[in-house]
């Protein structure tokens, strides 16, 4: 009988035993699953827009937004924000209008197209620095055009009261802008609205060679960005960052720091077209409401 018990005892023992060695196991293995699934976390990319890490003038950061389209409006390609650089502070917005937005655009500016001018003095004026043809339209003249001035304000948080009508503007072969600030230094100009705090820059259509957006000033290595290509620009678009027109694409850069001072990195041109066509359509947003 003593020999039994002494059975049983060392029976349950090695039960006891069992049981914890294979508790021991499994906790074992979910502190490596713990692991894992940790160190796989670290290394996957950070695509949230408003976190997605970047230093200060690299040129290669990119930041993929979920696309936007407002209600009705056409299907169009994938949408995301590429930061180009932080002096100037310039995003470019991939796919920001349809092919049906850019072709209308085009359509109901060409009979009105006349001479570009600059203002010299508070007037217009035909300078040999701007060749190409344009016309402004009214805010919010048709339901198309609401509705691409309120996608602006809803992407730069600036209202739409504060911006100035669209300008539409056409470049033929050879026409350019020369390098140029969008700010104004003289109170005259200033009266209705304030400054120009920023601007926004629709490309209506591709161009088969030239015509970039180039700012000769801007802090930073343009090569840098990815899509740079030295083999695909123009002698123009060479001397600084610059912006390849591609129908659809927005690209939006500040006038002013956040300090209400002028930027001077901001000054910009537009490269004479060597080959096609270039349209395109400019919005100008005041720190005020304009008039």
Known sequence: MVKARHSRVQKSWMTRWSWMFL?????????????????????????????????????NSIARNASYISEGEDEQGEQWVEILSWEPRAFLYHNFLTKEECEYLINIAKPNMQ???????????????????????????????????????????????NGEGLQILHYEVGQEYVAHPDFFGDELYTAN???????????????????????????????????????????????????????????????????????????????????????SCTKWMRINEFH
Not at 28 to 38: C, E, R, T, W
Not at 50 to 58: C, L, R
Not at 130 to 157: C, M, P, Q, W, Y
């Open 23 to 59: 508790l021991s196991v499994l906790t074992m293995f979910m502190f490596l699953l713990i692991l894992l699934l940790l160190a796989l976390h670290l290394r996957m990319p950070n695509t949230n827009t408003s976190f997605a890490p970047f230093e200060h003038n690299h040129l």
């Open 193 to 279: 609205g304030g400054n120009r705090i920023a601007t926004m820059l629709m490309y209506l259509s591709d161009v088969e060679e030239g015509g970039e957006t180039v700012f000769p000033d801007a802090k930073g290595n343009s090569r840098s960005v990815p899509w740079w290509n030295i083999n695909k620009l123009s002698y123009c678009a060479k001397k600084g960052l610059s912006i390849k027109p591609k129908m659809g694409n927005a690209l939006l850069f500040w006038n002013m720091r956040p300090d209400a001072t002028y930027d001077p990195s901001s000054v910009h041109g537009s490269c004479p077209v060597i080959k096609g066509n270039k349209w």
């Open 115 to 161: 001479k570009s001018s600059v203002l010299k003095s508070g007037k217009p004026t035909i300078s040999s620095a701007r060749t190409s043809f344009g016309t402004f339209l009214d805010r919010g003249l048709d339901k198309t055009v609401r509705n691409i001035e309120k996608r602006i304000a809803d992407f730069t948080h600036i209202p739409v009261e």
